[in-house]
């Protein structure tokens, strides 16, 4: 069966860094997703990996490593606004988005 | 650029009455567009994937004749839920793929519809 796994929740604080990991056993692999959502609303695009290695976008940053099957997600200088769940998601042989349930990332002051 | 709406935002409906939801791509032509579900706290479950043209494709346990899915063109789906039930409250999202798969894999999101059936 196709799996994805990351915690279930996380606490962190404001201003310092935090790294979120998502592992995955999948049909086929076309790509790995991450989305931030908050509270009643859509999710929002955050980066996107199919290569190895790391990809930086300002305060975030995803990683991917293809072989173990292992992707994270780094917040940097976090923000009281960064709390908000993160979602994993791989896209599959067929293209279509498998999710993992979520992190919910809060932050203190 | 790529922006994705949904109309309602939010609406409240009576048991036994059908509620449609549209789902409308505002700058890009979607070739795909897909409809989740979302329960309080839970991850989004695909409900449907529908390609411009084509009938849509329905996950395993999602009813088809319940929820009607129209892509009638590349820039808008639509989402009926047919006689609906207070089961059938839930935050419906829908999402948009641009263009030729083989290019673009990211997905853009609307903003959602809540529905509560009473």
């Known amino acids: 069966g196709q799996n994805i796994d990351q915690p279930t929740e996380m606490t962190a604080t404001e201003g310092a860094i935090v790294q979120i990991n998502c592992t995955y056993q999948?049909?086929?692999?076309?790509?790995l997703f991450w989305y931030q959502q908050h509270a009643g609303e859509a999710p929002t695009f955050l980066s996107y990996?199919?290569l190895d290695g790391l990809e930086e976008k300002g305060r975030f940053s995803s990683f991917l490593s293809r072989s173990k099957g292992y992707s994270y997600l780094l917040l940097k200088e976090l923000q009281m606004k960064d709390s908000a769940s993160y979602l994993c998601?791989?896209?599959?042989?067929?293209?279509?988005?498998?999710w993992g349930a979520g992190t919910k990332l809060i932050i203190k002051p | 650029g790529a922006v994705v709406s949904q109309h309602p935002s939010w609406v409240i409906c009576k048991s036994g009455t059908s509620v449609k939801i549209e789902c409308r791509s505002l700058?890009?032509?979607?070739?795909?567009m897909f409809w989740y579900r979302q329960f309080p706290k839970q991850s989004l479950m695909l409900m449907a994937t529908?390609?411009?043209?084509?009938?849509?494709?329905?996950e395993q346990g999602v009813e088809k004749d319940k929820f009607l899915i129209n892509h009638a063109s590349l820039t808008l789906s639509t989402l009926t839920v047919t006689s609906a039930h207070p089961e059938d409250s839930s935050f419906y999202i829908c999402?948009?793929?641009?263009?030729?798969?083989?290019?673009?894999?990211?997905?853009?999101f609307g903003p959602g519809t809540r529905l509560t059936v009473t």
């Open positions: 999402s948009a793929m641009e263009g030729n798969r083989d290019f673009s894999y990211e997905q853009y």
């Open positions: 700058d890009f032509q979607a070739t795909t």
């Open positions: 529908s390609n411009e043209g084509s009938k849509a494709t329905y």
């Open positions: 999948t049909s086929g692999f076309n790509g």
């Open positions: 990996n199919v």
């Open positions: 998601a791989v896209l599959d042989s067929n293209y279509q988005l498998i």
